[in-house]
């Protein structure tokens, strides 16, 4: 019996040395991938950037790899500042710098007083977009915002006029999980609804917050309404408490404050 080649220990000896070459494998190929998925993210990260500033269509077939480092390093600067004070921080590349991972470190993040938006942790410094047309002036500014929906948290980015008050575009590009519902929440990729943000304004006459995702209709018709997404209340409701949070004091409330009074040269 002990020389029998089915045994039990014989039949486990094999399996565990087939999984720990398997988990070998795997690993490795985790390791050797890493790399490249992570320049295929920022790649991809860069792309919406620059639909966002309607200098590219990502729906476009015809877009390599080198069209869209080439005019993303021709007009977009990458900058990071520091949201309490509004102000830029020196020293610090905004395309390498990790907003996810400096929100999750409670050394580099603080837990907001209000978080409609449900993020649970806001970044003491975050990056910020400067959009340059041909001339060298800055023509756009976009602003990264994310906040949970029905299922995920949504990421987006919201472009605006030098104004820091007109809308130019919302480009939602990411989600956690496995997103919102398909042609419900989901809807927020839609090329029809995102157009409905541009030209709207985010502030009233007397500076406070108007904008407002809603079904009324007369509301939604007013330079600070967007209808809101049909059969997905929830997700609706995530669009405007991001939109809240974010332009708020505990957002980038203090760099828009400083942008509009020249604080963008």
């Avoid at 014989?10 to 790399?35: D, E, H, N, Q």
């Avoid at 921080?89 to 837990?111: A, C, H, I, M, W």
């Avoid at 990056?127 to 001339?135: N, Q």
């Avoid at 939604?220 to 997700?235: E, K, M, Q």
Wanted: charged letters at 20%; aromatic letters at 8%.
């Amino acid at each position: 019996m002990a020389n029998n080649k089915d045994s039990f220990a014989r039949t486990l000896f094999i399996v565990v040395g087939l999984c720990l070459v398997c988990s070998i494998f795997v690993s490795t190929a985790a390791v050797v991938l890493r790399p490249t998925q992570q320049e295929n993210k920022l790649l991809d990260k860069q792309k919406y950037i620059l639909e966002a500033a309607n200098l590219i269509d990502t729906k476009s077939g015809n877009l390599s790899k080198a069209d869209v480092l080439a005019t993303y390093e021709k007009y977009v600067q990458a900058r990071v500042i520091d949201l309490k004070t509004g102000e830029f921080v020196e020293g610090v590349d905004g395309n390498t710098f990790d907003q996810e991972k400096v929100s999750r470190d409670p050394k580099t993040s603080s837990k907001p007083e209000n978080d409609i938006a449900s993020i649970k942790r806001v970044p003491n410094q975050a990056v910020v977009y400067l959009i340059r047309d041909d001339a060298g002036a800055i023509k756009t500014v976009i602003l990264p915002i994310k906040g949970y929906g029905l299922w995920s948290t949504m990421f987006a980015f919201l472009a605006l006029d030098p104004d820091m008050n007109t809308v130019q575009s919302l480009v939602y590009y990411a989600f956690t999980g496995s997103g919102e519902t398909p042609g419900l929440g989901g809807e927020v990729q839609n090329p029809k609804w995102m157009s409905l943000w541009h030209g709207k304004k985010l502030y009233d006459e007397q500076g406070n917050l108007a904008i407002s995702v809603t079904k009324n209709p007369a509301v939604a018709a007013s330079v600070h309404g967007v209808d809101a997404l049909s059969g997905a209340t929830l997700t609706s409701n995530g669009v405007q408490h991001s939109l809240t949070f974010w332009l708020g004091k505990e957002g980038f409330a203090a760099f828009i404050e400083k942008a509009r009074n020249g604080g963008l040269s």
